[in-house]
């Protein structure tokens, strides 16, 4: 996966295979439109099928991370993705359905399925749109300066890009019953305390932190890594029988790879283990 300018993005590729995401419109406090959401999707996708790319990493530049939709842009701004313009629906009941089943809610589902691990290093607001995309990661840390919620019941809205789902896996039922009926928006310390964030940190740090969690994490057995991530997102839906058969058809692939005779090798040998050397044979 190559550096490069998307819609409202910027893509950095750093060392070991950190895919490092950041949104770069300031000024219209990052929010996103259609070209923006389509080329996250793409982005995704391409971060999915580049072995190279290990860790997925997001975060916003000014003092947003992502404060929702921008709603200029469903009024004709201009569509700034390298592919044609589409339309973005909502003209009409049909289309709003259209245009969240096709456009807003692929992003957090390309979010969810990827099997490589995901950061949000949330640096400012974090809204709706903003505030579902990180939910969606795998790992949240926020600067001191965040304020994360949906608050969509402000304006006669529904979370509707999946922010009711995630917040029942992240708070439980009467969690998410409170949270997005009293409009909740909460500061960084409030959202460590709710399980909401991993980590908050002073603003200033945020990157070095998101950084050395990505570096942790790119370094450990892929493969193992990513069967465990996807067999945690099936146990939350599965019963323990089908939990259990679930894992043993992954372990059935992980402990004959590589990394696992890599892994009992340093053990025995009292030495840190060096895993995914198939990754960097690739990468000769």
Known sequence: MDDGQYSG?????????????????????????????????????????????????????????????????????????????????????????????????????????????????????AIQTGFSLALACDFRIASKRARLGSATLRFGLLPDEGGQYLLVQHLGVAGAMDFLMRKRIVSAEEALALGLVHDVCEPEDLEDKAMALAVELAEGPQVAMRMLKRSIYNAAELSFPQSLDEIAAKTAVTDHHPDAREGVRSFVEKRPPRFNRWLEDESD
């Open 9 to 125: 993005f910027t893509i950095s590729f750093r060392k070991p295979g950190i895919a490092w995401i950041e949104f770069d419109q300031p000024d219209r406090m990052n929010g996103m439109n259609p070209s923006m959401k389509r080329d996250l999707v793409e982005a995704l996708l391409q971060a999915q099928m580049d072995d190279a790319v290990r860790v997925v990493a997001f975060t916003g530049s000014g003092r947003a991370f992502c404060a929702g939709d921008d709603l200029k842009a469903y009024q004709g701004s201009p569509d700034t993705s390298r592919l044609p313009a589409i339309p973005h629906g909502h003209h009409n009941a049909v289309g709003t359905y259209d245009g969240l089943r096709a456009l807003s809610q692929p992003v957090n589902l390309a979010v969810r399925n990827l099997d490589k691990l995901t950061i949000a290093a949330v640096n400012g607001v």
